[in-house]
């Protein structure tokens, strides 16, 4: 019985045009250097969110301005001298809605470049995601579209905390931008379970 070719034998035998078209996935790796580049973006500006709530908290008149424009947030009566419940929750929103776009990055650079570009070798790491275990491009669209509607969710809370501020029609607009994510993740769930069935069915 003939043994398999290792790996680099196969690679070496391809033909040149084919082998360019394969190499070509290696093209893909900037956008996720970028992806990692807007990650490190992010964080510094969780932490820079992050210390202007702690300062306010000790009195900073500064640094509660600073939370009140960043979260877009405008009182209806007088204006505000310290914080209260309606500022730290809108802030906390806006921090956890950063955790959760960081989280959507590193699915999409880690689950993106496992799919699409080369094998990182992590079934022996510690710390290797539960997820990574059984990606495909199937379970990453299904996996992207649970964390859009997450973080949806939490714009959504945001709007509606602060109501006031926001016209009927963007809450209006808001909320159907959330039910067609919904409806969306429904659809790409459903399809992978058909997608799914029909390949158990072929084995």
């Not at 391809?14 to 990692?36: D, E, H, M, T, V």
């Not at 509660?64 to 204006?79: E, M, V, W």
């Not at 650079?109 to 990182?120: A, D, K, L, N, Q």
């Amino acid at each position: 019985m003939q043994e398999p070719k290792p790996d680099s034998d196969l690679r070496s035998s391809l033909r040149p045009l084919p082998n360019l078209i394969f190499a070509s996935r290696w093209l893909q790796l900037p956008l996720y250097l970028g992806l990692i580049a807007a990650q490190a973006v992010y964080v510094y500006h969780f932490w820079v969110e992050l210390v202007h709530l702690l300062h306010a908290v000790m009195g900073s008149q500064e640094a509660l301005q600073q939370l009140i424009t960043s979260i877009g947030y405008k009182p209806s009566g007088a204006p505000i001298t310290s914080l209260n419940e309606t500022v730290i929750m809108l802030v906390v929103l806006a921090l956890i809605d950063v955790v959760m776009i960081s989280n959507l990055l590193i699915m999409v650079i880690v689950g993106g470049y496992e799919t699409f570009v080369s094998r990182m070798n992590l079934e022996s790491h510690p710390d290797q995601p539960e997820w990574l275990s059984h990606v495909n491009a199937s379970v990453l669209k299904v996996k992207l579209a649970t964390a859009i509607i997450g973080i949806s969710s939490i714009h959504l809370l945001k709007t509606f905390i602060n109501a006031d501020n926001y016209s009927d029609r963007v809450l209006i607009a808001q909320t159907c931008i959330h039910i067609a994510f919904l409806f969306s993740a429904l659809a790409i769930a459903y399809t992978d379970k058909i997608m799914s069935g029909i390949e158990a069915r072929k084995h």
